[in-house]
């Protein structure tokens, strides 16, 4: 058999096909384009461009554990913070900070937070033991300082705050709110997640390391995941007293030889980076403005929100509209008991964010 003159007939079917397959190829990958992400409360800018060049010199460090890496970070978090480093906490602490304080409290201490919120935190409390009791947020969706404060008793172990609040994107004002931590404190420790602080409009002012500073029973936690867009290294600390981070870290919490050195290595370049969540802060507060405009335009209830997300009331069930922003392409956040009709939307990138704002002229237009 001549295969020479078999594959020379062949070929000029396969040119006559490759365009066909292509064209089916193409229809393939637009059908399976992922959807625009906004329901995670990710950072779409990405993270500091110091950071690819950080973790691309550590890759050659791989075969070394990583604890002499972590204590460089933990002196540049501690310089930066202005604490000491034996209060810097290594790690996304707040599961591991729930099971050791309900261990430390005993069956029947109580974690008190704001509801809906995000409860890892006092969920993790509650599987060796601890008491739940949740507080619902005020008529602002904000934290009701009183209200928490009311429910705080001898069992309490520990007050558990998102600040800005997290699906509502609010603050408290910040004497308000730094008077509370000090009286508060004295009969129970205060945990406050800052994971959205650097979005807002005064983070010196506003952050809880300012309590910690002054002898408050405060625990102050951060994380790389949302600001620094490093959601996916999972890597954060927290700030306490120094008695608290002792005993914590005496509990195993923080180990550095446990640290990721590309972890790091994308951390410290994060911090190095001075101009990167200035930069970050003013894209998202200019995104979110166009959001509130948009509110004010057409009317809707949302809250004033300070994180990298917007949280109002459609008046429409959360089921249509989630239905209709994923035929859309695009992925919000899950729903929020009580709050039906209200939705929590990521800031995107401003194409996103424009594609997104159609979606809810449309819905409305529609109602």
């Known amino acids: 058999m001549n295969y020479h003159l078999m594959i020379s007939g062949l070929f000029p079917i396969v040119l006559a096909i490759m365009p066909e397959c292509s064209e089916a190829q193409t229809n393939v990958l637009q059908k399976e384009k992922p959807a625009i992400q906004l329901s995670l409360n990710e950072n779409p800018f990405g993270p500091s461009p110091l950071v690819d060049q950080g973790v691309r010199k550590e890759m050659l460090n791989l075969p070394r554990y990583s604890a002499e890496n972590g204590e460089e970070l933990v002196n540049m978090i501690a310089k930066q913070e202005g604490v000491s480093t034996d209060q810097v906490i290594m790690g996304e602490v707040l599961d591991l900070l729930g099971v050791y304080l309900g261990l430390k409290g005993g069956p029947g201490s109580e974690f008190i937070y704001t509801v809906p919120g995000y409860p890892v935190l006092v969920n993790a409390a509650a599987r060796v033991g601890g008491k739940v009791v949740s507080v619902p947020l005020n008529a602002k969706l904000e934290n009701d300082l009183p209200a928490i404060a009311s429910h705080v008793n001898p069992k309490t172990a520990v007050i558990y705050l998102i600040n800005p609040h997290n699906p509502s994107g ?31 409009d005064d983070f010196k002012g506003r952050t809880a390391v300012n309590d910690i500073k002054t002898g408050d029973n405060v625990i102050v936690f951060r994380t790389f995941a949302k600001a620094y867009g490093l959601a996916g290294i999972s890597l954060g600390y927290a700030i306490a007293p120094k008695a608290v981070a002792t005993y914590l870290k005496e509990q195993g919490l923080g180990n550095l030889h446990e640290l990721n050195r590309l972890s790091v290595a994308a951390a410290k370049a994060s911090l190095s980076d001075q101009a990167y969540i200035p930069r970050i802060n003013k894209l998202v507060t200019t995104e979110r403005k166009k959001w509130v405009e948009l509110f004010d335009e057409l009317g809707l209830t949302h809250t004033g929100s300070q994180g990298n997300f917007v949280y109002f009331d459609t008046k429409i069930p959360y089921e249509t509209v989630a239905a209709r922003f994923k035929e859309s392409g695009i992925l919000i956040a899950r729903e929020f008991a009580p709050y039906h009709t209200w939705v929590r939307i990521t800031i995107g990138l401003p194409e996103e964010n424009r594609k997104a704002r159609k979606v809810i002229r449309e819905l409305l237009a529609k109602k």
Request: avoid cysteine.
């Open 170 to 200: 609010t603050v408290t004002e910040t004497k308000t709110f730094h008077d509370f931590l000090h009286q508060v404190s004295k009969q129970a420790l205060v945990i406050v997640d800052e994971a959205y602080l650097e979005f807002s």
